[in-house]
């Protein structure tokens, strides 16, 4: 097919939340969004962004689903012929308290490591095409292992949630170091404390602000970083 005139991004868990607004920002820079979520829940918010004025499309899609990943390349590659941003977004917090399940943290690994490195690899031969390719994985500051060292945790420095987040992390370095010549630029966010299902109602950011990082990141320009940790602007430390 010809190639889709605009940029496309693809936002993993983009059903709500900070998925949703990511794509939406992401939308009113007049970049074509695809909106990744299980169980169809992707078509309705696809259509809320529609009736704002933005291109955004749906494709079902479960991180952990290993149909669903195999079948990304072959719907960019026929619906728009390229793919310039992608945003795994996607996670899970499953942890309750300290002790941690082995099943509980195979899960957790599953959405929020594995599920974001298949997708990417599934996705790489695309975005190697793109003139100005963008990976952004969505970490945490609980990712930290100076933060967590530190003690500044507390009750949310649980072994599932931040040791996963932390791996992403580091496949974040591995990945940018393993690109660095070419024009793709891989960064990881903390959308700092958002009200969200996972912030919950006591967190000081609105989904508007907790969205600026990764749609930043998504948007850099040829000069900017790549293999970074950032918080809007603030480089993190590792």
Do not use: C
């Not at 969004?33 to 009736?51: H, S």
């Not at 002790?99 to 959405?111: G, H, I, K, M, N």
């Not at 095409?129 to 949310?156: H, K, Y």
């Not at 609105?206 to 320009?221: D, I, K, Q, S």
């Amino acid at each position: 097919m010809e190639k889709h005139a605009k940029s496309v991004a693809l936002v993993t868990g983009a059903n709500k939340g900070l998925g949703l607004e990511i794509a939406r920002q992401l939308g009113q820079k007049g970049i074509t969004v695809v909106l990744g979520a299980r169980q169809g829940k992707a078509e309705a918010p696809a259509a809320t962004l529609r009736a704002e004025g933005l291109d955004a499309r749906a494709v079902e899609l479960d991180v952990t689903n290993v149909a669903d990943v195999t079948a990304l390349p072959t719907f960019f590659e026929k619906n728009f012929g390229r793919l310039d941003i992608l945003v795994n977004n996607a996670g899970v917090q499953l942890d309750k308290g300290f002790d941690v399940s082995p099943d509980s943290l195979r899960q957790t690994y599953e959405a929020n490591v594995i599920g974001p490195y298949a997708i990417t690899q599934a996705l790489l031969p695309l975005l190697r095409q793109a003139p100005a390719g963008r990976i952004v994985n969505q970490s945490s500051i609980l990712g930290s292992l100076t933060t967590i060292s530190e003690g500044q945790g507390g009750s949310w420095a649980t072994p599932g949630y931040t040791s996963s987040k932390a791996a992403l992390n580091m496949l974040t370095v591995v990945l940018a170091q393993h690109l660095v010549d070419t024009n793709i630029k891989v960064n990881a966010a903390h959308p700092g404390w958002v009200k969200t299902d996972l912030g919950g109602e006591g967190a000081p950011l609105g989904v508007r602000e907790g969205a600026r990082t990764a749609v930043r990141l998504a948007l850099l320009p040829a000069d900017g970083p790549t293999g970074g940790y950032f918080h809007e602007e603030e480089s993190l430390p590792w």
